[in-house]
């Protein structure tokens, strides 16, 4: 995330609110990362304060986390120390430490808490706009997030006021379609931010479903189980999550984030027996119904995969919903156990032996992973709760055993806090600051070409490492240059689509259209997409090439120029059909992009006067010219750039006839073409990128980049803040038992 945040706090100073960015990829709408100004507010900072700044932004949304759920639990009448504990639990979870790192989880515990804080407030007759507010924020971290928190509320709304009212139809409709409108709203106010991030997603190929897993996961049996790792991670880390190792020595099920999060404190499962006891029968009820929601899911693996809609197989929010739950639930009994009332104490030493039972399960599945000095931290810890709580209810001293038991567990969950923070590979702020993996050396060399040229040119970056010459995807939004590579979870789904047609994606693997090495390696589809320079460990591939040429050497890194640098901006006479073009061989196909267009069938109409090329008389052409001579050709009827900005091209051609102008960069629909300032359509080129059909003659073009639905998403929003305050003048506060 860190060359994220680089990368936004150097764009809106330079080109101002988010759209379209050279510096991802091969060109990517910014959409996505708008959400970052909001959740991730060391964007605005410049970058040399952002390393720095990271701490303290995990440590506000912790400290915001631990006081809106401390309310909730103040709202919900629950007795302290209860509130106090829970906001311990909550702040320090699992959840929540590992988004010191992964940052949207710790977003996530923060929209959630202000959810279940927004839907008490309303509920109890107060006021309802952090509910809206909640939801409009929940969309901000990712559009998927609001089928997430639809379906929280779906189940929490209705339990809840049942929870108070019991069966109640009309009061739990009444409840429910208030709360609903509510939400709509703050659906509504996020809209800004919220519908152009789902265009993104929607032409990704994540989004497209072009490489979902739904075919896979849906086809799993109902009642399928999983494998014994699995049930081993998920029954040992509740107890902690560092239980089956940290990050790399992680010997668990998946990896690391993706296994189950379910750390909340070991009190938790020693009480949550108890929530079943000593209350209502409708919280009886809730809590049943809880336990078999999340147990379900945990063992017939299908039920988890219809909760992410057959997109994923992870844990990640449903580890969230588990962790609220249990916390709340548990609390319920520890704050009756404060007020006075008693626990079962035959239930809670039956608890604290099947607990410590369970860690030392003769199974040599769980023996071999489990973390031998955890266990008995454990240990210790279940023994002393279990021994303060029965000590405290036969003393008569309950108030106070629960101020040592929040004292016990604050002990505990710094202790295994610090684990999951600490014991990982770190990375420091000043190596952050001066970039990931990279000497001085290397920001020197870019910061000399950037000084010296003030051209439109890419760059492509290799390393050497363990595995052979590899480049860093994300290294041009930290280091500010242009190249090809990216890593996104949502990388444009034309730019996979022509990475894959021209076989620079070497397997069919999801994670390859993430991981997208772009075009590093290949010689002349680099040179095809504006390659001018190569900054490199190991220079011999290049110099062994005639085009390269050795400018200088910055330590262990070379920097080479490409003689045959291709503009951005080529246009053809000629095009091929985009079925013969995947009939060729990868060189073909590389040499092809010199020499003509490849158009797709559908776009028949938009050929406007070219020429269709045959194979035959495509390689009688290819074998008349030299690669210089198809170079300068290319040049010379190149677009020439009298203004570049990141969503605004500007410049002139001469061309002698009819033509397509491509652009070394993704098709997208935010495109807007000019010539001569009158609109012309824009049409996808060489199966992935941006082209636009020009007349002959001398002309002037315009390309303008908006995403398609940035103005339908203001008008959304600035109608749901219109209706917001209205709605608040007239209904500022929810009646439900009138």
Known sequence: Y????????????????????????????????????????????????????????????????????????????????????GSLLLSFSAYMCMGSCWYPLADEVVCFAAILLGTETALQG??????????????????FYLYLCALFLIFYVPLRLFGQYGWQPRILLRGCIALATVAALGGGLGAI????????????????????????????????????????????????????????????????????????????????????????????????????GMLIPTVFPWFRYLFWLFQGDYYRTYSLFWVLGTITLSLMAFSRYAEGRPLNLWMLAASTLLLIGI???????????????????????????????????LAKRQNLAAYLIVGLAA?????????????????????????????????????????????????????LSDL??????????????????????????????????????????????????????????????????????????????????????????????????????????????????????????????????????????QKKGLQEITIPELKTEMAASSFPETIERRRKSALKLTSFRQNRIEGTLHLDQKSILVMQTPFDHGWRAFQDGQSVPVLKTDIGLLGVGLDRGEHKVELHYQNRLLVPALSVTLASFLVLVAALWRWPRLRLSA
Request: hydrophobic residues 45%; neutral net charge; charged residues 15%.
């Open 2 to 85: 860190y060359p994220d945040f680089v990368h936004l706090s150097n764009y809106i100073r330079s080109h101002g609110y988010p759209s379209w960015s050279f510096y991802v990829g091969m060109g990517q709408d910014l959409a996505y990362a708008t959400g970052f100004l909001i959740w991730q507010p060391v964007s605005w900072l410049p970058k040399e304060l952002i390393a720095p700044a990271l701490v303290f932004q995990h440590l506000g949304k912790t400290l915001i986390v631990g006081l809106m759920f401390f309310r909730f639990l103040q709202l919900r009448r629950f007795q302290p120390p209860a509130p106090l504990l």
């Open 126 to 143: 107060r006021r309802w706009m952090t509910l809206a507010l909640g939801i409009a924020l929940v969309g901000m971290i990712n559009p």
């Open 193 to 292: 931010v919220t519908l152009p991030y789902l265009d993104v997603v929607l032409s990704s190929l994540r989004g497209s479903g072009a490489t979902s897993a739904r075919a896979m996961l849906s086809s799993f049996p109902v009642f399928g189980l999983e494998s014994t790792v699995h049930y081993v991670t998920a029954i040992l880390r509740p107890f902690a999550n560092d239980m089956v190792g940290t990050a790399d020595s992680f010997q668990g099920w998946q990896n690391y984030l993706e296994a189950p999060l379910t750390y909340c404190g070991l009190l938790c499962l020693l009480l949550l027996p108890q929530a079943l006891i000593g209350g209502t029968r409708q919280s009886r009820v809730i809590v049943i119904l809880f336990l078999v």
């Open 359 to 393: 860690l030392y399960l003769p199974f040599g599945a769980m023996q071999n992973h489990i973390n031998s000095g955890l266990r008995v931290a454990a240990t210790v810890y279940l023994f002393l709760y279990g021994t303060v709580l029965v000590v405290g209810q």
């Open 411 to 463: 002990i505990e969950l710094v202790q295994f806090a610090r684990i999951t923070v600490s014991d990982r590979k770190t990375v420091s702020k000043q190596e952050l600051s001066h970039g990931i993996a990279h000497n001085s050396e290397t920001i020197e060399a870019v910061r000399d070409i950037r000084r010296d040229d003030d051209t439109f040119f890419r760059i492509t970056s290799l390393r």
């Open 468 to 605: 052979g010459t590899e480049t860093n995807p994300n290294d041009s939004m930290l280091l500010g240059y242009y190249s090809t590579s990216s890593y996104s979870s949502f990388n444009n789904l034309n730019y996979i689509r022509f990475l894959k047609a021209v076989d620079a994606i070497p397997t069919n693997l999801e994670t390859d259209t993430r991981w997208a090495v772009g075009l590093a390696g290949s010689f002349v589809l680099s040179m095809f997409a504006c390659e001018k320079y190569a900054l490199v460990e190991d220079p011999l591939p290049f110099r062994k090439a005639s085009q390269y040429e050795l400018i200088r050497q910055y330590g262990n890194y070379y920097l080479l120029r490409n003689n045959l640098f291709l503009p951005l901006g080529l246009t053809f006479t000629h095009y091929l059909p985009e079925d013969l073009f995947r009939q060729l061989s990868r060189d073909e196909k590389e040499q092809v992009l010199l020499v003509v267009a490849v158009l797709s069938r559908e776009e028949e109409a």
